[in-house]
């Protein structure tokens, strides 16, 4: 109970501590603040100059609310106030942004990289946040004075707002990611040689050298002590110091290590130096004595490989400090060394000893030596990652790298022995899917609109050229542009799209040839029809007359309309009803009358309306008369006069009547029998010709004749309501496109347009419209749509292009008279062209002048100073020394000296010599250089020299200029080999490579590059040795090692073709026939050009045979034979004209044409054997026409004719009166082609395809002629066939395609392939490909051959550093020290035969490790002793990002440290050297077989890391075979998914149960208490071999009850309760905070805020 008492006490105290604790601030942190406004604008009395600008400044609470400002601090308060400065005019040339140098790149939060973001966009190449940093600038605005010394006065930043951009004062960097070091395995143990030896040691190498605070490398050395019992016995009389060096002296003479290179206070020139001895120096040796030290490639401090000096950036110096800066001259120091003796303990000893010494016989070492002050390579900060290339994945899977690239400058160059200059260029590639998108999702073909439909025409006189087509077939061009699908379209390489499907370039295309309207003939005028029909009372007194004709071919919309299909005439006394008269019955003889004499005749009239119904007599009889329906006529007597039948009625002499003209016809009939005694008597002559009117209509007519339309005119919004987008469609098939831009005010949208339409005369003539009633009037408005007008729209510019590389091969930068600054372009394209009257399109490309170039291109070059004196250190007076120059970059020969990274870039990577060694000999006052390298043996049995010359006063001193003491020339035979000349292989292809030698062609409109010009073509070409060795080119006169001959690729010549001839006549009269035109070749075919068309066509001809008729007049008089004149009855002759005519019947126009026109068959006879009939004679009438033959025709049948009785003869009776006529009757047999003939369908051979219109190509119709023929080839009439009952053949015509040249065209060529080149004999082809972009049709180009193209690889011989093996380490007579050892590097031409160096240098670009010389050492007695240097390690770089640089490691290991004042350990254990080659190499956890689970190189070898960060696996296969388990990657280690509960065996996960449920049925019985299974991890548990004491955990089953459980429970219930009572209880005392907090009131507020809420406090005593 007092426990509980005490709790809930403690509680209370707390709780009111806390409490008060609110009235004070945390921390003791001030409760009222000063806060500021933002600045003003300045303000200066007179508008600029000198002002100020306020703001405002107030007292607040921590909170954010304002107080008065009596509580803040006065000492604290801002200024509100400050002075400022507004340029004027005339300061604004004076103001300029001045921009401080770059700082660290330092880490930053995510949330900060997105508000840089914000402001700067992040470095291409690398978007991952973990690498970027942020690196910043001071950025301000002076005002700079243009007096003697210049003065910059910061003025605020609004001021260069006017006159230019502010300069981004911060950017995105990378910061370099930290790389750990990677260790390989222990190698063997040493051994351990003697009884004294107490240790031996193993020693591993670094792989990877740690950079940019990676973590260090783990210890490199492995010791463990000897079994010194087994040693013993073997190595009992070894020595551990001995070795199998020689016995040691008792006095050791030691070098020590060259000192730094010293300043050169104390360095004087060589021809300061007057004295000289005629002895060798004593103290210092001759000159072999002296020697070159190598420097250590590459060598630098553990924690500092690959950091080089870096140089802010440049900004605000001068003219002069720019140009002291870029002037690099090194300076002649010396360096110093200890040359020490030593006794056999080590200790420093008089050095007289070691050189009395018996076994010491040289001189003494130098310890003074003339140097070059180093100075280590300094460069600038690396610049932002570029993209270079753009990347993507292909739909194929080809991946095109993503490649990025970043520069650094080289600022000062490397001086003496200092840190050579690095890499001054990275690329990355991103070769990874994950991180490059889809080539079809990053980029697509943009295709510019089509062109017109355009053909070629080759004109002799101007070539080549495209015209467009009016009518008919042609091509359409246009232009493929790849374009950045995501960013506007903005036009990008074609390479980027080179994986995409292509968009054609080129379609064939048809332009609507302009069909005009035809119509048929005019059928024949109508009655005279009144205009309208009264039912009471008389017709109008003029009505009109109509005709139509029918529209064989409807009009196209380019096409002329159709004329009018109707016509009207006025006519006089229309009538709505007239008389309709039949035909006249026989004669019928009167009464009484029984053979021959009067009788009567009849007919039948009717009166009809104008509708053809029969009405009263009464309404024709109240305007005309009934014609008769009966009158007498005669039926001759045997002495009756007896005329012939009417004849036919001639032609109408007119087509139509006018007053001044009127047509007539004619008939006439003859006398065939004369009158005899008491007959009748014959009609007066004129009785016997009839003439009458025909074609009475009038000569013109009146039709409505309709203009064109006129243009659209929009309606007022107001009045579209009519206008419904339905009706508007049909007359626009594309108003979805614009019928939501109709809002335009009045210039777009729904409208009407009209047209006029005339009433004209005759097509010629316009007359008033009443004339043309009752003709219905054309329409003359109707709805149109006027197209909104469409801006266009283009894309964004693309990127500059480069400027050209061929530049002027001039070093000033004038502009000569003439030439043509370089130019760089950019352009865009269009996506949506303008129409309807929208703005057109802007410019679509522009040029300006090169940037970097102005008019010329800028070279830049080094500049050299001149060589210094030959210096030497002051105490030393001859031997080798060093001359020093200036070395400069400067730009086209001007004194404007520049970065010398802009040289080193053109250079490659190369500078001049700063220093150079000299001699001084020290006998003679003479000073030469050094020899030069030897010149190259050109030709066999020639010689190669070198040279050195005297420098300064030597030159002018006598025994310098002895060339037997001093040559200045030495000369070296060349080996005079034989070599031999040896072309091998076939040649190659006529290549055109190079600018200029291909000659542009034309395809498609469009200039093709790389088809035709003067090329070369190769072959391989040996140069061989006597023994068949690959040599040099140039030992056998060449250079390239191929053999070259020049070619002509013939350009294309197309075939071309003269102009039609006109079409040649029909080869039928009439009917179908066939009829050609041709042209001629002027110019045929050659190497590959278009082929020659077709030379002929053919067309159908037609003119139907039925419109040729025969017409005969009446016959003659009978001319009778003179024996019966007299009598004037016999037999005689008689004539008629019988004419071919062509009748119009439309027209009602007859026109004569030659027989041959009409059928031959049918044509009438034109004289005929007559008889006249003598008085009491029979006469008969003529002969009917021949009946037809049965089909089909055979002999055995017969056809007839037949005639009638006209007057019968006197001495008939009756029933036989026949007796005394001839036949009445006429037949004749059928024979065929004769009397009888036969029909039959026939085709005419079909015609040449001919494009619509007349256009060369395109759509066109084949064609032939379907006719009904005659057995005798007679073309007669279709009904003659079709009553055969034969079916017609199928359609006559049928559609065609004149093929419209498309060329083909292909790509350029591709670049060579020469991964399959190699060096020496074995030769290799390189290959080149381009493919086709557009398949050539039949009728255009053909494809230029080849597609792939082979070129043999160059014959040149391999070249390989050969680096021999170091010398021992050359002391120079010491025992121990620092020394030197050397080594030969040469350059061999096929492992055998050494050669210049420079051909390894050009073979091998990024060889290293090419010392002659290496510092060395060899320890002393108590010296630090260490491992040899290993072998330099894989060459690491970055294989995700695809780097192409990285670095190799190369190291040593401690084996045995320094005693007391031994020479200490090396702090370089290992060194990097920069790389290129070599395959690049990860790093990865693997599980070995023991289960143990280590970091592996990619190429087998274990390491020591390398794999920090990346997955590890699980050893065995743990995971594989337990349900509901996963591997941890972190850990490696096999756990439990979430809720599961796991249980190990021995280090084994056995399985994972859910509640202490177990997921397998077989592993049941491990789930139950007792057994071996545990739920303890591996790395907690213990077996019991390991630990004794084993563990033993309870867990409960479910099915148990546990007591102690509800114990616990019901304990913690009364815990609660007590709580709760006593709460309860204090709330109800006298303590008044607690009532208030107890009645769920809030504390009172603090007095500050007591007055501002009102609230009344009570008042609290203590």
Known sequence: MRLTTVLVAALLVATCGNNDARTTDDGGKQKFLWKTGGWGSCYAVGGCGEGRRERLVWCSEADGRTVLEVMCDPQSEPPTSKPCFTACRHHRDKLQWQVGSWGQCLPVSPADVNNVAAVHQPVAGDTRHDNLGVTQRNVSCVLVSHEAIKVHRPVDEENCFTVARKPDPVRFCHIPRPQDCVVGPYGDWSSCKGCSAVNQTRVRAVLVAPLNGGRPCPQLTDTRVCNPRAECLVHSSSSAEEGSRAPSPEYKLKLGEWRRCEA????????????????????????????????????????????????????????????????????????????????????????????????????????????????????????????????????????????????REVVRLQEGDGQPCPHILETRHTTDRDQLQLCANK?????????????????????????????????????????????????????????????????????????????????????????????????????????????????????????????????????????????????????????????????????RSIYGGIVEDSVCARRQVKPVTEEPCLLPCPYDCVLSPWSDWSPCSHSCSSPRQIALRHRNRTVIAPLGEGGHNCPDPDEMLQMEPCNTHSCHGYSWLTLPWQSCHPLRPSERFNITANSVTTLDPELDDYFNNSSVAGNCGAGMQEREVWCMEAHAKRVPDSNCHPLQRPVSSRECWQVCPVDCHVSPWSEWSTCPQQCVPDASSEVREGEVAPTQSRHRVVLRWPSGGGARCPVLEELRPCPLSGARCRHYLWGEGPWSDCQLPATVECGMGYRTRAVWCYKNHRSVKVEPSLCLERNNGTAPSQSEPCFVDCQWPCVLSQWTEWSSCNQACSVRTRTRQLIGLSGSRVPCKDTGLFPLVETQPCPCARYTLQPTGPWSDCLLEGEGVSTSVAANGRVALGV??????????????????????????????????????????????????????????????????????????????????????????????????????????????????????????????????????????????????????????????????CPGSCVLGPWSDWSDCPQPCESSQERQRTRSVLRSPANAHDGATQLNCPPLIEAQACHLNTTCFSYSWHRTELGSCLPLGGSPCGEGVQSRAVFCQRSD???????????????????????????????????????????????????????????????????????????????????????????????????????????????????????????????????????VDLKHQERCYAPCRGDCRVSEWSHWSHCHRNCQAADVGGYETRSRAVLKPPTPGGEPCPTALWETRPCFTGPCLTFGWVVGDDGHISCQRSDGVRVVGGCEGKPKPCTGDDCAGVQHAHCDTQLGVCLCKPGYEPQYDHHQLLLCSVDGQTTSDDNAAQHKVGTSASIIPPVHQTTASEDKVQSRYYYPQDDDISVWMFTMIGIGCIFVVFVAVSIYLMCNGSWSIMGHYCSGQSMPPPPSQQQQVGVDVPEVKP
């Open 264 to 407: 050169p206070t104390s360095v004087v020139s060589a021809d300061l130096i007057e004295a000289r001895v005629n002895t060798p120096f004593q103290q210092h040796g001759g000159h072999d004595a002296l020697y070159i030290p190598g420097s250590s490639a590459g060598s630098s401090n553990n924690n500092n490989n690959n950091v080089f000096p870096v140089s802010p950036v440049l900004g605000g110096t001068s003219t002069e400090s720019t140009e002291n800066y870029f002037t690099f001259q090194p300076q002649v120091g010396y360096q110093t060394r200890e040359v020490s003796c030593r006794d056999s303990r080590g200790a420093i000893i008089d050095i007289s000893l070691c050189l009395n010494e018996e076994n010491y016989r040289s001189e003494m070492p130098s310890d003074v030596r003339p140097c070059v002050v180093a100075q280590d390579c300094v460069v600038s900060q690396w610049s932002a990652w570029i993209r270079t290339q753009d990347g993507c994945v292909a739909a194929s899977g080809k991946i095109r790298p993503e490649i990025y690239e970043r520069k």
């Open 443 to 607: 980029y697509r073909w943009l295709a510019s609109k089509w062109s017109p439909c355009v053909v070629t025409s080759d004109e002799p006189t101007v070539g080549p050229r495209l015209l467009e087509v009016g009518c008919g077939g042609g091509v359409q061009l246009r232009e493929v542009t790849c374009v950045q699908a995501n960013q506007g379209n903005q036009p990008v390489v074609d390479d980027l799209c080179e994986s995409l499907e292509p968009l054609p370039t080129v379609q064939r295309c048809e332009v609507a040839c302009p069909r005009d309207c035809e119509v048929g003939q005019w059928e024949p005028w109508g009655p005279c029809m009144p205009l309208e029909c009264p039912l009471f009372g008389d017709p109008p007194a003029k009505g009109y007359r109509e005709r139509r004709r029918n529209i064989e071919v409807m009009a196209s919309s380019q096409g002329l309309t159709c004329p009018s299909t109707r016509e009207v005439q006025p006519c006089p006394q229309p009538a709505c009803h007239s008389w309709v008269e039949g035909h006249w019955s026989s004669c019928d003889l009167d009464p009484g009358i029984k053979k021959c004499g009067e009788g009567r005749r009849t007919r039948e009239v009717t009166c």
């Open 1012 to 1173: 035709c010009g003067a090329g070369s073509r190769f072959r391989r070409s040996e140069c061989l040795d006597a023994d068949g060795n690959l040599v040099e080119p140039s030992l056998c006169g060449g250079d390239s090692g191929l053999e070259e001959e020049p070619c002509l690729i013939p350009c294309p010549s197309d075939c071309r073709l003269g102009e039609w001839s006109a079409w040649g006549g029909c080869s039928a009269i009439c009917g179908p026939g066939l009829h050609n035109r041709s042209r001629q070749i002027v110019h045929p075919s050659f190497n590959g050009g278009r082929p020659c068309g077709s030379l002929i066509e053919h067309k159908v001809c037609s003119q139907s045979c039925e419109v040729f008729h025969w017409v005969a007049d009446g016959w003659s008089e009978c001319q009778l034979i003179v024996a019966d004149r007299n009598r004037g009855c016999g037999t005689g002759d008689q004539y008629r004209r019988v004419r071919c005519m062509r009748i119009d019947e439309g027209r009602g126009i007859s026109t004569e044409v030659a027989d041959a026109y009409c059928d031959p068959v049918m044509q009438p006879p034109d004289l005929n054997a007559c008889h006249v009939a």
């Open 1273 to 1407: 080839g007679r073309p007669v009439a279709d009904r003659y066939c079709e009553a055969t009952g034969e079916g017609r053949p199928s359609a006559s015509e049928k559609w065609c395609y004149v093929d419209c040249p498309v060329d083909c065209e292909v790509t350029q060529w591709s670049f060579w392939n020469q991964s399959t080149c190699h060096c020496g004999l074995t030769g290799g082809v390189m290959v080149r490909e381009r493919r086709v972009v557009t398949q050539p049709s039949e009728g255009g180009r053909p494809c230029p051959e080849p597609f792939i193209q082979h070129k043999s690889c160059p014959a040149l011989p391999c070249y390989a550093w050969h680096r021999g093996s170091w010398d021992s380490c050359d002391l120079q007579g010491a025992w121990c020290g620092h020394g030197i050892m050397s080594r030969n590097v040469t350059c061999l031409r096929g492992d055998t035969m050494p050669v210049e160096p420079h051909l390894c240098q050009t073979a091998a670009k990024n060889s």
